[in-house]
C-alpha cells in the first residue's frame, strides 16, 4: 500500500492553476505590471529618470517631442510628454500605480462587503434579509455616477477637515469610498442568491445535525463554495474599477495633476492624437494589456477552483 | 440505561404557512407531524413508512432537532431533549447522525472525502485513537471504500459510492442511533440491496438503532425490525414487521401493503388491490375525525366526526382505526 499524502482542496487548486499555460503566462503578465507599479519609485531611478521632471531639450520649438513615436528613445522608452515633456514611462508607472491602488482597495472592500452582507442576508434569510435587501435596492435606486460627481467636493472637503489626508489623497479617499458605497450591493445580490440555495443543500443541514455552529456553517460549508464566484467577480470588476477611476479623473473628480493617472494621461492624449498618436496609443496599450491579463488571470482561478472541471 | 434509545411522546410539528412579503402574517399552520407517538430500541430498526407528505421526513428531521418540535416529548437515551438549545444540544449530536436521501446534495462539493468525514471530529474537536486520518481510513474501510481515496472529491464518485461516503461520516463518532431519510430511494436497485446490507451489517457490528424513513415497502420488510405506518402527520398502525405484512389492521396499511408488486404473477393476478379514490389531503386543513376517512371504504360517519383511539390489539401492534381489521 502506497503512501497518500493528504493534500488540501487549495493544494488541489494549484496543482490544476500549475497546468494552465494562459493562466501562467496571464499571472506573469499581471505580476509584471503590479510589480512595475509598486516598484515604480525603484526602476525610474534605475532609469535615470523622474516623473516630475520636464526633459525640455526633447521638444521642438511647437512643444512636441522630437523623434518617431512621440520621441521614443534609448532614454525616454515611452516618449516625452507633449508641451510639459514629462517622461511618459514614469508617468504611466506612477499611474498605474494609483490606478491599481484604488481599483484593488475598492474591488477588495466591495466583495468584503458583499460577502458579508450577501452571505447573512441568504443564511438567516427573514428580517435581516429584508434590511439588507431594502437598502441594497436603494443604492441600485440612486443615481450613483451624477452623486459621485455632485458630492465629491464637499467630501473632500470634509475628508481634508479630518486633517489625515490632503489633496489627492483626500481625493482619492473619497473616490474609493463612493465607489465602495455603491459597488458591494451588486456582489451582495449575487452571493446571497447563491448562500439561499447553497444553505437548501443537504451538506448543511449534515454540518446542523452534528452540531457545526452557524459561523462554522457560514466560514467552512458555505464560503469554500462563494470563493470562486468572488475571485471571478474581483477579475471582472478590477478593470471595472481601473476604468471607473480613469473616468472620474477624466471628469476632474478623480485625481489631479501634476499626479498622473490613465485616466489623466489618455484626456491628455485625446488633445495631441493628431500630431503625436503615439502618446495615445502606449497608454491605451498598457491599459488593454493589464485588462485582459486580469481577465485571463480570472479565469484561469476559476478553473482551477472548480472541483468538477475535469 | 433505560430499553428504549428513543422516545417520541405526542410529537407535532406544525410550519406556518406564510403569504410572501414584509407584511406577512400567519395564515394557518401545516400540520406535518401531528400526535406521533413511537420507541426505537437498542439496536432495533423502526421503519417509518407512509406516502410523499405524510410527515415522515419531518418526524426525522425533529428527531434530529433540525427542526423545533411543536409540542410533544422527545427523549433520547433516558434524556429529554425536546427544549434543549442549541450549545446543550451539541454533546447529544455526536450520540445521534443521519444519512440523507439525495448523495449528490448532501456531500461539500469543495470537501474531499477526508475532510467530509473527519468533520465530526472537528466540529466536537476530538482527537479519535490512531489520528483523525487514520480513523477516516478505517472508516472508508468498514463502509466498503478504498482508504486510498480519502483525497477525491465527491464528485469522482457514483451514486452509491457517495452514499456510503455519507454512511461513514455518520458512524464517525460511534453513534447510538442513526436516522436513516430514504437513504436508498436515490440509488440504481442492484446498488440499493448492497447499501442496505451494509446498513444491515453495521448493525450487527457495532449496534445501532435505526429510525428508517422509507416508502419502499419490499426494503423496510427487509431491514425493519418494526415498522410505523404514516398518513398524513398521524400514525395509523404499528406493528412487528412480520405481523404488518401479514395481519395488517389498518385499512390503510391494507392498500399500502396490496400495492407492493410481487414476483409470481399468478399470485399477483389473483389477489386483491385496493386502489385508494382521491388525492391526499391538504396537511393545512386536514379532514375531521380520522384524517383517512376521505379515501377509507370502511368510513362510517363515526369516522368524520370522532378521532380514533389508538387501540392495542395484540401485545405489539397498535392500530388507530374505529373499524381494523380481524
Keep these: 500500500m502506497s503512501e497518500v499524502i493528504l493534500r488540501t482542496p487549495q493544494q488541489i487548486a494549484w496543482g490544476r492553476f500549475r497546468r494552465n499555460k494562459t493562466g501562467i503566462v496571464s ?9 512595475l507599479a509598486y516598484g515604480a519609485p525603484l526602476i525610474t531611478r534605475l532609469f535615470g529618470l523622474s516623473s516630475t521632471e520636464t526633459y525640455l531639450d526633447g521638444l521642438d520649438p511647437q512643444g512636441m517631442p522630437i523623434g518617431a513615436g512621440g520621441g521614443i528613445s534609448w532614454q525616454h522608452p515611452f516618449g516625452l510628454e507633449p508641451g510639459a515633456g514629462r517622461d511618459v514611462f514614469s508617468m504611466l508607472l506612477y499611474g498605474s500605480r494609483i490606478s491599481f491602488s484604488v481599483a484593488i482597495i475598492t474591488s477588495v472592500a466591495a466583495i468584503g462587503i458583499g460577502m458579508i452582507l450577501g452571505i447573512t442576508a441568504g443564511y438567516f434569510r427573514g428580517r435581516v434579509d429584508a434590511v439588507i435587501g431594502r437598502f441594497s435596492d436603494l443604492l441600485f435606486a440612486f443615481p450613483s455616477f451624477f452623486m459621485i460627481i455632485a458630492l465629491s467636493i464637499p467630501m473632500v472637503e470634509r475628508v481634508e477637515s479630518l486633517g489625515i489626508v490632503r489633496d489627492n489623497g483626500a481625493r482619492l479617499t473619497v473616490l474609493i469610498i463612493f465607489f465602495v458605497f455603491f459597488g458591494w450591493p451588486g456582489f451582495a445580490r449575487l452571493v446571497r442568491s447563491q448562500a439561499m440555495s447553497l444553505r437548501e443543500r443537504d451538506f448543511i443541514m449534515a454540518a446542523q445535525s452534528q452540531g457545526a455552529s452557524n459561523w462554522r456553517i457560514i466560514t467552512k460549508e458555505m464560503l469554500p463554495n462563494l470563493w470562486p464566484t468572488a475571485i471571478v467577480f474581483l477579475s471582472l470588476s478590477l478593470p471595472g474599477y481601473l476604468a471607473a477611476e480613469a473616468v472620474f479623473s477624466f471628469l476632474g473628480v478623480g485625481i489631479n495633476p501634476p499626479a498622473s493617472t490613465f485616466g489623466l494621461v489618455l484626456s491628455d492624449a485625446i488633445k495631441y492624437w493628431r500630431a503625436d498618436p503615439a502618446y495615445l496609443m502606449i497608454p491605451c496599450a498598457m491599459l488593454i494589456a493589464i485588462v485582459l491579463a486580469l481577465n485571463l488571470l480570472g479565469d484561469a482561478v476559476r478553473d482551477a477552483l472548480d472541483t468538477k472541471a475535469e | 440505561m433505560t430499553e428504549n434509545i428513543l422516545e417520541l411522546n405526542n410529537l407535532t410539528k406544525f410550519f406556518p404557512a406564510k403569504a410572501g412579503g414584509i407584511f406577512s402574517r400567519a395564515k394557518g399552520e401545516v400540520r406535518a407531524v401531528d400526535g406521533v407517538s413511537l420507541t426505537v430500541a437498542r439496536g432495533e430498526t423502526v421503519g417509518l413508512v407512509g406516502e410523499s407528505g405524510c410527515g415522515k421526513t419531518t418526524v426525522g428531521r425533529t428527531v434530529m432537532k433540525l427542526y423545533e418540535p411543536t409540542s410533544g416529548q422527545i427523549v433520547f437515551d433516558g434524556q429529554d431533549i425536546t427544549n434543549l438549545k442549541r450549545k446543550e444540544m451539541k454533546p447529544i449530536r455526536s450520540k445521534m447522525q443521519m444519512i440523507f436521501q439525495d448523495p449528490f446534495s448532501s456531500l461539500n462539493p469543495r470537501h474531499t472525502v477526508g475532510t467530509i468525514i473527519s468533520s465530526s471530529y472537528t466540529i466536537h474537536d476530538i482527537e479519535p485513537e490512531g489520528g483523525v486520518e487514520h480513523s477516516v481510513r478505517e472508516l472508508l474501510t468498514l463502509v466498503g471504500l478504498n482508504p486510498e481515496h480519502i483525497n ?29 431519510d430514504e437513504p436508498v430511494s436515490a440509488l440504481d436497485v442492484s446498488i440499493q440491496a448492497q447499501v442496505i446490507n451494509l446498513l444491515d451489517d453495521l448493525q ?38 412480520r405481523e404488518l405484512f401479514a395481519n395488517p389492521r389498518h385499512p390503510y396499511t391494507k392498500a399500502l401493503l396490496s400495492a407492493v408488486p410481487v414476483a409470481d404473477p399468478k399470485m399477483g393476478r389473483s389477489r386483491e388491490r385496493i386502489i385508494l379514490q382521491g388525492d391526499l389531503p391538504s396537511p393545512v386543513n386536514p379532514p375531521s375525525g380520522c384524517v383517512f376517512n376521505t379515501r377509507c371504504w370502511k368510513a362510517q360517519d363515526i369516522c368524520r366526526t370522532a378521532v380514533p383511539e389508538t387501540i392495542q390489539v395484540t401485545p405489539l401492534q397498535t392500530v388507530a382505526c374505529h373499524f381494523p381489521e380481524v
Design chain 2, 204 to 241: 450487527k457490528e457495532l449496534g445501532l438503532s435505526y429510525l428508517f424513513v422509507a416508502h419502499d415497502l419490499s426494503i423496510v420488510q427487509h431491514i425493519s425490525d418494526r415498522v410505523v405506518v404514516m398518513y398524513l402527520g398521524k400514525v395509523m398502525e404499528m406493528a412487528p414487521t
Design chain 2, 152 to 180: 477525491r472529491f465527491p464528485h469522482e464518485f457514483s451514486g452509491g459510492q457517495r452514499q456510503r461516503i455519507g454512511i461513514a461520516r455518520s458512524l464517525a463518532l460511534k453513534p447510538k442511533l442513526i436516522v436513516a
Design chain 1, 27 to 35: 499571472a506573469i503578465v499581471v505580476l509584471f505590471f503590479l510589480f
